[in-house]
């Protein structure tokens, strides 16, 4: 099969169009055609070689994709040859095959179209995982969403609205902060000439941050915190050690959590596996009632991964930028 493959970690330019084993479906897992895949933050840092694969994961890039069961391994059940699915990875995407476990793979949601499904896996099992088992987000308070036109962002900010929550947004442009508002945030902050801690406090303080900016924002985002808020923590596009305020962070009784996806085992309680069937079961009969949609900012044809890589790196996208087959 064809994949996107990489000699040598660095710049976009690494990334080559070319030829690798085909899959074989292992016990428990289905390989998939893939129609789609999506290009994530973490691609950006594996292809700088700053993310290791997990142990056993594929080595070519991809968190997520879309496509249709193609062969099923011993001990699967729920699925056979035929399905349109989409399926969380912890790598194998960006190729033309991928075998995937299982019980990481979700339908394809009813009314959406089999490429745009790619866009969903990633952001609505980091979303759901860290928002609503981990922080535990409830109607009423108040969720700091930063880069509110990312896919996770877009994603964070409906599943917010749907559960009742208020949201408050930061993103870099007007045209950012409109399309935000669009999805239901009641405040946006553009981050380049406003303070997010003084418009947050201003509206009672944040009862859940979701942060994809690690060090450089910790100080502030304490500062942003309600009482009894909780910071969760998924990236590290602002640095990976930050300076951290105990004294600020008890007067608030505040948490912080950092939880990666990628890293996490298929099976246990905050395996990979539970997290996918608790988005089975809470977001997709929004996302097929339509109250919950993919956006997709651009589709490129997988061998210009490196176009989609340079989009992201530019942060000129809104949503999800996809890698069809």
């Not at 409109?178 to 945030?185: D, S």
């Not at 890293?263 to 109250?291: C, L, M, N, Q, S």
Request: proline share 6%.
């Amino acid at each position: 099969m064809r994949a996107i493959t990489q000699e040598s970690p660095g710049g976009p330019e690494t990334l080559v169009w070319g030829e690798v084993p085909d899959p074989v479906a292992g016990d428990g897992e289905v390989v998939l055609d893939v129609v789609a895949s999506a290009v994530n933050r973490a691609d950006l840092l594996q292809r700088e070689g700053r993310y290791p694969v997990p142990p056993g994961a594929s080595e070519v890039l991809g968190l997520e994709c879309s496509g249709i069961v193609s062969e099923v391994g011993p001990g699967v059940e729920g699925w056979q040859v035929g399905d349109e699915v989409c399926a969380l990875l912890a790598g194998g995407g960006y190729a033309e095959k991928v075998a995937v476990p299982a019980a990481q793979v979700l339908p394809r949601p009813a009314g959406v179209e089999l490429a745009a499904a790619a866009a969903l896996p990633e952001v609505a099992c980091t979303v759901w995982s860290n928002v609503f088992m981990q922080a535990g987000l409830r109607s009423g308070e108040l969720l700091l969403v930063h880069g509110g036109g990312s896919g996770i962002g877009t994603m964070a900010i409906q599943l917010a609205v749907r559960a009742g929550a208020r949201v408050a947004t930061t993103a870099g442009s007007a045209e950012k902060l409109a399309f935000c508002r669009e999805l239901g945030a009641d405040i946006t902050i553009n981050y380049r000439d406003e303070d997010f801690v003084e418009v947050v406090r201003a509206a009672g303080g944040a009862d859940v941050v979701l942060d994809n900016m690690g060090a450089a924002y910790l100080p502030r985002n304490v500062a942003a915190l309600a009482p009894d808020g909780r910071i969760t923590v998924i990236g590290m596009q602002g640095g990976v050690k930050g300076e951290l305020d105990i004294g600020a962070l008890l007067a608030k009784r505040g948490s912080v959590y950092a939880a990666g996806l990628r890293g996490r085992p298929v099976e246990g309680p905050h395996g990979k596996a539970a997290v996918v069937a608790a988005v089975r079961a809470h977001v997709w009969p929004d996302v097929e009632a339509g109250r919950v949609r993919p956006v997709v900012h651009t589709r490129l044809p997988m061998a210009r991964a490196a176009d989609g890589h340079r989009i992201l790196e530019e942060s000129s996208h809104t949503g999800k930028v996809l890698l069809v087959t």
